[in-house]
Every structure is written in structure tokens, then in C-alpha cells.
């Protein structure tokens, strides 16, 4: 399997601006996740996706943020109207299923995000 | 409430040594599972190793073993004869029986000096 990947690596925004992110999971992987990270910190989880269906959203997911996966297979994650503590970098993780090992979340290398 | 905690914030050692980075867990759940993660400087998570709540045998990898003792809630990492390479960023993550999410613990940078 290929990995999970993860596009822009880095992305240099100003304040008020709108970003995008996109996500490809490993092939198969029909549950993926978006988390927040911030330096010194573990990830912060901020969505999951089953499928195409968002089945849970973070409090910390404000109404700048939303995140589709409309085919079950890649997601994007937009915030809008940047804010400099959004700057953070964006994880995405895939797992395949629910039994046993399958449960293992694999992590793509993220995006890193500078709000100026 | 459910939490890990990483007390070790930084851990620094000459390479060769062994070293452990300690894992401490809160949960009332009888089944959860546990991860360790490694975090180079590229930033990508890189899994480790899973251990669910009713296998208490330690794990051996190569460098790497795993100490697993519910009657201390912990699940500490030993690298042996370490190695430049595996400076990084290491996290230990619990997950209930009852959902998905990962609980995260604040992480330990290990530092190896050549």
C-alpha cells in the first residue's frame, strides 16, 4: 500500500485569507481522520469520517473550518477567514476497519500551516 | 476520565545508551488499547506498536521493547544501544473499547547525541 498523503506540505497564508487541504488515504482505508497539532503538543482531534459520512466533529472545529470527503476516498479540510492561531500543522489518518489490528490509525506527513 | 501522561518532556543521552520513555494512562474502561507513535523532525507519525488491554506480554522489536503493567497503568518503551537516528518526537495514545478516538499524551523528544 502506498501511504497516506497529504497536499501542500507547507502553506504560507495572511490573516482573513481561505486555505484548502487535501488528504488521500491508503487505498482501502474507509475511515479517515483530521487532527490539529501544535508545536509541543500531541495531535488534537478535530474530525472523522466514515465513508463519505462525518460522523463526528471536534468542539474545537469552529464554524471556519469544514472538511467533505464526497466520495468516500480523498477529504479536503478549508478554513476560512484565517486567523494566526490556526497555524498549526494538519495531520490526516486513514484506518481501515474496526476488528482487531485494523483499528490502527497510519498518519500522512501533514500540512503545515503559517498564518502571517 | 481517560488520559496519558508523558512526564518525561525531554530525554537526552549519548548514542549507545539504552533509554526508556515512560507511558502512564488513565482509564476506567477493562478494554482499551494502547500506541506508541515516533515523530521525526519530517513530522509524520509513524505507528509503532498496539497493545490491547488483555495481552500484558512484553514486546520486543529489533532495539525497541515494550513494557506493559496494568497494575501500574503503564506502558513504558525501552530503546537499547540507541541510535542517532531515533532522535524524535515519541507519543503514547490510548483508545476506549467504545470509540475510535485516540487520547494522546503530550509526547517525549528524545534527543541522542552521536
Known amino acids: 500500500d502506498t501511504g497516506v498523503s497529504q497536499d501542500p506540505r507547507h502553506k504560507i497564508t495572511k490573516r482573513g485569507q481561505n486555505v484548502t487541504f487535501r488528504c488521500d488515504p491508503i487505498s482501502e482505508h474507509n475511515r479517515l481522520y483530521w487532527y490539529r497539532q501544535t508545536l509541543g503538543q500531541g495531535p488534537e482531534f478535530l474530525t472523522y469520517?466514515?465513508?463519505?459520512?462525518?460522523?463526528?466533529k471536534s468542539r474545537l472545529l469552529s464554524d471556519r473550518f469544514s472538511a467533505e470527503r464526497p466520495k468516500g476516498s480523498f477529504s479536503t479540510l478549508e478554513i476560512q477567514r484565517t486567523e494566526q492561531g490556526d497555524s498549526a500543522m494538519y495531520l490526516c489518518?486513514?484506518?481501515?476497519?474496526?476488528?482487531?489490528?485494523?483499528?490502527?490509525?497510519?498518519f500522512g506527513p501533514g500540512t503545515r500551516l503559517t498564518v502571517l | 476520565a481517560q488520559k496519558v501522561t508523558q512526564a518525561q518532556t525531554e530525554i537526552s543521552v549519548v548514542e549507545k545508551e539504552d533509554v526508556t520513555l515512560d507511558c502512564v494512562y488513565e482509564t476506567r474502561d477493562t478494554t482499551y488499547y494502547l500506541f506508541w507513535y515516533k515523530q521525526p523532525p519530517s513530522g509524520e507519525l509513524v505507528f509503532l506498536i498496539r497493545?490491547?488491554?488483555?495481552d500484558e506480554q512484553n514486546e520486543i522489536s529489533g532495539r525497541y521493547s515494550w513494557n506493559f503493567q496494568k497494575s501500574t497503568s503503564s506502558f513504558n518503551f525501552t530503546i537499547t544501544a540507541s541510535q542517532v537516528v531515533d532522535s524524535a518526537v515519541y507519543f503514547c495514545?490510548?483508545?476506549?473499547?467504545?470509540?475510535?478516538?485516540?487520547?494522546w499524551g503530550a509526547g517525549t523528544k528524545l534527543i541522542i547525541k552521536p
Open positions: 469520517f466514515q465513508n463519505e459520512a462525518q460522523l463526528e
Open positions: 497493545r490491547n488491554s488483555f
Open positions: 495514545a490510548l483508545r476506549m473499547d467504545s470509540n475510535y478516538q485516540l487520547i
Open positions: 489518518a486513514s484506518r481501515k476497519g474496526t476488528s482487531g489490528s485494523l483499528d490502527t490509525q497510519y
